[in-house]
T-cell receptor, first 113, second 112 residues
């Protein structure tokens, strides 16, 4: 299994509070991604990174920010959580830019009350 | 707009039978297609991919077929086993996009 660790794995928080999810990889892969997974929507890309301090928006980036100060860590922040952000969040990594072979973490389940 | 979707949300097959999971896509510019498997409580796992210059690609017990004329992709699993029970996603990419677009998934249930 690819060395990807997401933390926390489960979190319950209240509307309006900040939340940070962490993705840590030991594979030294350049490319990292944050997806959210909701019933009926499959996986939707939030943000991605093509290297340290090189990030870009995905299709559902509103309300989220990311940071990547080190190759191994990709942080996803919800500045002010809303109930619509209740979801399962997956981090993924890839070795190449134009590959579809992503390695996913185990997911972080976030509930916003 | 472009989309990637699946015809059947749930597919139930008998152990030992072959399974066929279908996927339709709408973006004619898509040139790369991937199948993922997701078991309950886990992250998606890459199964097989195919580029648009191919019609068929085989892996271990799996075959992906691509019909660009009708924008259709399928995943065939031979001799389906209980361990194949999972949700299967197709995904697509084209050179104009920097990341994958996933379909909504099909659940495969293998009956003993």
């Amino acid at each position: 299994d690819a060395g990807i660790t997401q933390s926390p794995r489960h979190k319950v928080t209240e509307t309006g509070t900040p939340v940070t999810l962490r993705c840590h990889q030991t594979e030294n892969h350049r490319y990292m991604y944050w997806y959210r997974q909701d019933p009926g929507h499959g996986l939707r890309l939030i943000h991605y990174s093509y290297g340290v301090k090189d990030t870009d928006k995905g299709e559902v980036s509103d309300g989220y920010s990311v940071s990547r100060s080190k190759t191994e860590d990709f942080l996803l922040t919800l500045e002010s959580a809303t109930s619509s952000q209740t979801s399962v969040y997956f981090c993924a990594i890839s070795e190449e830019k134009n590959t579809g072979e992503l390695f996913f973490g185990e997911g972080s389940r976030l509930t916003v009350l | 707009g472009e989309s990637v979707g699946l015809h059947l949300p749930t597919l139930s097959v008998q152990e030992g039978d072959n399974s066929i999971i279908n996927c339709a896509y709408s973006n004619s510019a898509s040139d790369y297609f991937i199948w993922y498997k997701q078991e309950s409580g886990k992250g998606p796992q890459f199964i097989i991919d195919i580029r648009s210059n191919m019609d068929k690609r085989q892996g271990q017990r799996v075959t992906v077929l691509l019909n660009k004329t009708v924008k259709h992709l399928s995943l065939q699993i031979a001799a389906t086993q209980p361990g194949d029970s999972a949700v299967y996603f197709c995904a697509e990419k084209n050179t104009g996009r920097r990341a994958l677009t996933f379909g909504s998934g099909t659940r495969l249930q293998v009956q003993p």
